[in-house]
């Protein structure tokens, strides 16, 4: 399997739903970043299902560092960071359990690829229990991009045919967004997004919808053309996530609907700095950033654990079967997922920057 991202920052996730640990490695962090235990746990917190809209499984996330990190701050060598599972529920799943694939999952092509030797145990690696190590491991570099004036912010754009608001300030939407842990800029639309996934969960479906980035203060000059563009990148880093099944940048599939003169964003100067009038590209010209937001939309689909009947084969027999899915599952996962997608810009980010400047732009010797 493939399980590392990156090249001068590299990522390593491990571990299982039902495993005893999850975990991340960081390969290529400079020396002398400050790690910021309060920091990771409220990323962490973010992340945590909470209220009648989200699983019944609360894991309490209490991580540790085993390794690349002394006195407080990071030493330059792969730093590992270990999330024990506590609260799995794996009596379903014993030794003679019936292998019914669930609609939407890997189930199957998990079956397939690994030849039924994969630990399927609520999804086994393909859990999006293993964000939660992604999280962890984007809290030690989330505050050194901070210093470098680079903010990420993630709302909830869409669910159902309730839209909340765009971003207007940038850096004073990212800020309100950091702590609220169904992530919109309008609470109206946040009430009524809520309703609707109220409203699914109590008929045993789910819902999806879409998700919007910012990313603000990168320099212009980050990228490759062609085979290592931004757009690129983050797009591999993007559709690790689970349920990710769609993205876009700047005015995205909407914008190209128009004409040139409508898409192109003309150029200014401001006190000796390059800008565009609009932001139609998101950011990125050619593949490589021009100093203004990157902004990026990603399409979450419904979370596909519901409680209706569906059809089904038991993978051992080959036999069609009906399923009813037990357990506890969320009726949406977008509001957890926005912290993750932060998260997986954040890493990406910091690799591009490492890969532009070095890694001595990052820790305590730039």
């Known amino acids: 399997m493939k399980n590392t991202f990156g090249n001068s920052l590299q990522i390593t996730i491990f571990g299982e739903s039902h495993g005893p640990y999850i975990g991340a490695v960081l390969d290529g962090l400079a020396p002398g970043i400050d ?14 299902p909470s209220g009648d809209i989200s699983t019944k499984r609360v894991e309490a996330d209490e991580y540790s560092i085993v390794s690349g990190a002394f006195n407080g701050k990071t030493t330059g060598t792969p730093l590992c960071i270990l999330i024990p599972n506590t609260s799995q529920k794996s009596a379903d799943y014993g030794e003679n359990a019936e292998r019914l694939a669930r609609p939407g999952h890997a ?17 086994g690696h393909f859990s999006g229990r293993i964000t939660a190590a992604l999280v962890a491991a984007a809290g030690v570099v989330i505050p050194e ?7 990420i912010g993630t709302h909830i754009k869409s669910v159902g045919n309730v839209n909340d608001r765009d971003f207007a300030d940038y850096r004073a939407d990212i800020d309100y967004l950091s702590s609220e842990t169904f992530a919109v800029l309008s609470s109206e639309a946040g009430e009524k997004m809520q309703e609707i996934i109220k409203k699914a969960a109590a008929e045993g479906d789910s819902v999806g919808g879409i998700l919007e980035s910012a990313v603000i203060g990168l320099p212009a000059g980050l990228g490759e053309p062609w085979f290592d563009t931004v757009e690129g990148v983050l797009s591999h880093a993007l ?5 990710v099944k769609g993205i876009e940048f700047g005015a995205g599939f909407s914008g190209v609907n128009g004409s040139g003169s409508e898409f192109n964003d ?14 139609n590209n998101g950011g990125i010209n050619g593949g490589i950033t021009n100093g203004m937001p990157v ?10 654990s519901i409680y209706k009947e569906q059809d089904t084969v038991e993978l051992n027999s080959g036999e069609n079967r009906k399923l009813v899915i037990n ?3 969320d009726p949406t996962i977008i509001h957890r997922a926005r912290i993750v997608v932060d998260s997986v810009i954040a890493l990406t980010v910091y690799d591009l920057l490492a890969a532009r400047f070095g890694t001595d732009f990052f820790g305590g010797r730039n």
Request: proline share 4%.
């Open 295 to 304: 902004t990026v939309r990603l399409a979450v689909k419904p979370t596909p």
């Open 35 to 48: 790690i910021n235990d309060e920091f990771i746990k409220k990323q962490l917190l973010l992340r945590r």
């Open 145 to 151: 991009l901070n210093k470098k004036g680079i903010f």
């Open 107 to 123: 189930d199957y092509t998990a079956f397939v690829k690994y030849g039924g030797f994969e630990d399927y145990r609520g999804g």
């Open 327 to 329: 357990g506890r599952h």
């Open 266 to 279: 003309a150029f200014f100067s401001e006190n000796g700095e390059i800008k565009t009038k609009t932001n």
């Open 239 to 243: 559709f690790s996530i689970p349920a």
